[in-house]
């Protein structure tokens, strides 16, 4: 008699999720939030890593570690492009570097970063955030994302 053990993941987190489109770099946006939101953002050793059939791709990842109000602010990119030398294609006379655009949450494939708010405790008000966010010139828009209705929900799992 054979048993089965089946494990049963699930993301049973309390963060907030707002969807950021603006075309700057990771870093000069992030030099903004600190600058506008009093945030105090850093890159992270690690960025966040999904290895696809076209090769890997690393999303920029940024953190910031509010011991006062007991949350923590990531901000990482949702696009990256894949450089893929491997591949070229038939009957050309040079190789050609071939890139692919890959997303961290593919559902929201026009969204440039999103800025996730882990909450530990206290209330976070986003609203006020995504009013502030608004006031940055180079975004375009910012909105609050329902991640219930995200299929992707466990590329967003990091610390």
């Known amino acids: 008699?054979?048993?089965?053990?089946?494990?049963?993941?699930?993301?049973?987190?309390?963060?907030?999720l707002i969807a950021i489109h603006c075309s700057l770099e990771a870093y000069h946006l992030s030099f903004l939030l600190n600058k506008t939101l009093n945030f105090r953002l850093h890159r992270e050793d690690m960025d966040v890593d999904f290895t696809y059939k076209e090769g890997t791709a690393f999303y920029e990842l940024f953190k910031y570690c509010d011991d006062y109000q007991q949350c923590n602010y990531y901000l990482v990119e949702n696009k990256h492009k894949?450089?893929?030398?491997?591949?070229?294609?038939?009957?050309?006379?040079?190789?050609?570097?071939?890139?692919?655009?890959?997303?961290?949450?593919?559902e929201y494939k026009n969204v440039d970063f999103f800025l996730k708010i882990q909450n530990e405790g206290s209330h976070i008000d986003s609203k006020k955030i995504i009013s502030e966010l608004h006031k940055i010139t180079p975004i375009i828009t910012a909105y609050k994302v329902d991640f219930d209705t995200l299929k992707s929900v466990e590329n967003l799992t990091f610390s």
């Open 1 to 16: 008699m054979a048993n089965k053990l089946m494990l049963n993941t699930f993301i049973e987190e309390d963060f907030d």
């Open 82 to 106: 894949i450089k893929a030398s491997n591949l070229y294609s038939e009957g050309s006379l040079f190789k050609d570097d071939a890139t692919y655009s890959t997303n961290l949450i593919p």
